[in-house]
Nanobody, 121 residues
Framework: QVQLVESGGGLVQPGGSLRLSCAAS????????MGWYRQAPGKQRELVAR???????DYADFVKGRFTISRDNAKNTGYLQMNSLKPEDTADYYCNARCLVRGSFSWDNYWGQGTQVTVSS
């Protein structure tokens, strides 16, 4: 009923930038929070940043000042601008969205398939 598709990952040198996108589609009545998580090999998935529908943001300490989360409610799309990337930012990045499906009365969490980010020289 709801699909999240991430894009924008890839290989970048330390200090470089990438912009991830997360497009939500399907029978969506509304999206409340959107968030980006990451999972490095052998590690647990962790929150990177999240944004409410009204634009309130929250960042993990390890990305503050380097990453910026944003969203376009008209397009049901979220973004993560990543600057000053470090090798330790290497991970699979996942989009999460809390959605209300048309005809439903409950909000549910949805995940994208992930996009790989590799920071290496």
């Amino acid at each position: 009923q709801v699909q999240l598709v991430e894009s924008g990952g890839g290989l970048v040198q330390p200090g470089g930038s990438l912009r991830l996108s997360c497009a939500a589609s399907g029978s969506i009545a509304s999206i409340s929070n959107m968030g980006w998580y990451r999972q490095a090999p052998g590690k647990q998935r962790e929150l990177v940043a999240r944004i409410s529908r009204d634009g309130t943001t929250d960042y993990a300490d390890f990305v503050k000042g380097r990453f910026t989360i944003s969203r376009d409610n008209a397009k049901n799309t979220g973004y993560l601008q990543m600057n000053s990337l470090k090798p330790e930012d290497t991970a699979d990045y996942y989009c999460n969205a809390r959605c209300l499906v048309r005809g439903s009365f409950s909000w549910d969490n949805y995940w994208g398939q992930g996009t790989q980010v590799t920071v290496s020289s």
